[in-house]
């Protein structure tokens, strides 16, 4: 396997309609072009050019691969482009969770928020008297 260029790896996820990209190729595992065009909500006549653009970006990286078969274009997950979509679904569990809390307590008053913040130490301290995993799905 080719080594891959961080840079430029952060450059390609840095474009959310490329995250998409990444999102549905993993959905259907092996898809024809044509097909994730549609899923894209692309207009084949207009956005073919600018579409096998960020395909071409998501290749050279090395998240994706290209395959020809009995005229059809497909394209599936590299092993790092595999690796890439549960990293990115992580991380953005983990964000959206951490966004959850952060917007909770922006709400709250000074006063409240310290009442929150007792409520959490008692919480998690609770949580750890029971042995509780603290993961979520």
């Known amino acids: 396997m080719a080594k891959i260029n961080v840079n430029d790896l952060l450059k390609v996820l840095n474009n959310p309609f ?7 190729v993993a959905k259907y595992e092996r898809i024809k072009y044509s097909d994730l065009m549609r899923l894209m909500n692309l207009d084949p006549t207009r956005s073919s050019g600018w579409f096998a653009y960020h395909l071409r970006l998501l290749i050279d990286v090395g998240l994706l691969k290209k395959e020809e078969e009995n005229n059809f274009v497909y394209y599936s997950l590299s092993d790092a482009g595999k690796k890439t979509v549960l990293f990115l679904d992580e991380v953005g569990r ?4 951490s966004y959850t809390i ?3 307590f922006e709400r709250l008053s000074l006063f409240n928020q310290v009442e929150a913040c007792w409520g959490l130490i008692f919480l998690l301290y609770f949580l750890s008297l029971i042995r509780l995993p603290l993961t979520y799905h």
């Open 18 to 24: 490329r995250r998409q990209i990444l999102y549905n």
């Open 94 to 97: 983990e964000m959206s969770f």
């Open 102 to 104: 952060i917007n909770f």
